[in-house]
């Protein structure tokens, strides 16, 4: 019972060395540079790095050069089970407000390693509530819209409906 006692106590301190220890603004900017081969820049005011989280201040992105959208703040908190990225105050750039909603007040991104090939999605803004599932093995993506306003209808021609409300699907 004390080597399972010990053995415990050494992955639990691994991980949170492995946590504390990441170099989580070397991450970032290794993501940066992948994004970059795309086409994306971030160019941010300041980036904080916390124990278990990194955030970014004042971001603007970039797509080819045109700026698309202005985030007042970007957390990226992990506890390498799970990786949650909380975006408050996303301001898309007016001309593509036909594809997406123009302001988005706060979205949540969830990714659990048990679930690798998920990501989740909600989302609060000028629209609504949005619930969405991203699924990388599918190559698809579903939005649930709930609670929507009167600013849904400038989306309405790119949703669909079903039982449950108006929602967004595609593939990838």
């Known amino acids: ?5 010990n053995i415990f106590i050494a992955l639990l301190v691994f991980w949170f060395s492995l946590l504390l220890f990441m170099p ?4 970032y900017y290794a993501l ?7 086409g994306i820049k971030i160019n941010e005011k300041a980036i904080e790095s916390g124990i278990f989280s990194l955030n970014l201040i004042d971001a603007d992105i970039y797509y080819k050069g045109i700026n698309v959208a202005h ?4 957390n990226i908190f992990t506890l ?3 990786t949650n990225i909380n975006v408050k105050a996303l301001s898309i750039d007016g001309s593509l407000k036909a594809f997406v909603p123009e302001k988005i007040d706060q979205a949540n991104i969830t990714h659990m390693i048990f679930s690798p ?14 619930d969405g599932v991203l699924d990388l093995q599918e190559r698809t993506l579903r939005l649930d819209f709930s609670n929507t306003t009167k600013e849904i ?20």
């Open 153 to 172: 209808d400038l989306l309405r021609e790119n949703l669909k409906k079903d039982e449950k409300g108006l929602y967004y699907e595609t593939s990838f």
């Open 1 to 5: 019972m004390q080597m399972v006692k």
């Open 80 to 82: 390498i089970f799970t």
């Open 32 to 38: 940066e540079k992948q994004l970059e081969t795309k």
């Open 24 to 27: 989580k603004e070397a991450l």
């Open 71 to 74: 985030i007042e703040k970007v």
């Open 117 to 130: 090939m998920k990501v989740n999605i909600l989302a609060k803004g000028s629209f609504g509530d949005m």
